[in-house]
């Protein structure tokens, strides 16, 4: 099946600066791709729609500022979260589509900031 | 609002016997739905779809269905194993739309 990759895998910043979460497919090309993000023991809530060559779309609730999103080629996507605060502590993960509807999904990024 | 829930959080089965997982939804827009299994630490891993003209899908040890009226779906795993302990997660979408709205999940056990 298709291979979403995401990097960093787990990373731990400080209050106040800004994080770059890389998602990659692999084997394929993704227009789309989604990015999610899930507390623990909770749903994974969607975050926005990133779009090759055009502006993200962002969910209700989500602050456009706060998480950056550039999805500058076929084949990355990446989230920016600026200005990282302790409640922005969560696991990230970015998926992208199918040939059909389900969603390939990258392994996540775990972040921490202190 | 969640739109698509799963009440049980939580469920443990014997090795070998069948595990039912159950998920609810709201939205009537939905027509696609799929099955996803989680680890801890790790995105998840599609397991199974079906769409809203079908209402059973089978693929090996797992089967969905589907019960538009009551707008009710589930997973049945047949038969468990002690690997498939994990937490499952149903998801919905509308057609011509990719996002997927997730449920709760369901943490699944499965005792040897």
């Known amino acids: 099946g298709a291979v979403v990759s995401q990097h960093p895998s787990w990373v731990i910043c400080k209050s106040g600066t800004s994080v770059k979460i890389e998602c990659r497919s692999l084997d394929f090309q993704a227009t789309t791709m989604f990015w999610y993000r899930q507390f623990p023991k909770q749903s994974l809530m969607l975050m926005a729609t990133?779009?090759?060559?055009?502006?993200?779309?962002?969910e209700q609730g989500v602050e456009k500022d706060k998480f950056l999103i550039n999805h500058a080629s076929l084949t990355l996507s990446t989230l920016t979260v600026t200005s990282a605060h302790p409640e922005d502590s969560s696991f990230y993960i970015c998926?992208?589509?199918?040939?059909?509807?389900?969603?390939?999904f990258g392994p996540g990024t775990r972040l921490t900031v202190t | 609002d969640q739109q698509v829930k799963q009440n049980s959080p939580s469920l443990s089965v014997q090795e070998g016997r069948i595990s039912i997982l159950n998920c609810d939804y709201t939205?009537?827009?939905?027509?696609?739905f799929l099955w996803y299994k989680k680890y801890p630490a790790e995105g998840p891993t599609f397991l199974i779809s079906?769409?809203?003209?079908?209402d059973k899908n089978e693929d090996g040890r797992f089967t969905v269905f589907l019960n538009k009226s009551a707008k009710h779906l589930s997973l049945h795993i047949v038969p468990s194993q002690p690997g498939d302990s994990a937490v499952y997660f149903c998801?919905?979408?509308?057609?011509?739309?990719?996002?997927?709205?997730f449920g709760t999940g369901t943490r699944l056990l499965v005792s040897p």
């Open positions: 998926s992208a589509p199918g040939p059909r509807w389900e969603q390939y």
């Open positions: 939205n009537s827009m939905f027509d696609y």
């Open positions: 998801a919905a979408s509308v057609a011509g739309f990719q996002k997927l709205v």
């Open positions: 990133s779009n090759e060559g055009s502006k993200a779309t962002y």
């Open positions: 079906i769409s809203s003209i079908k």
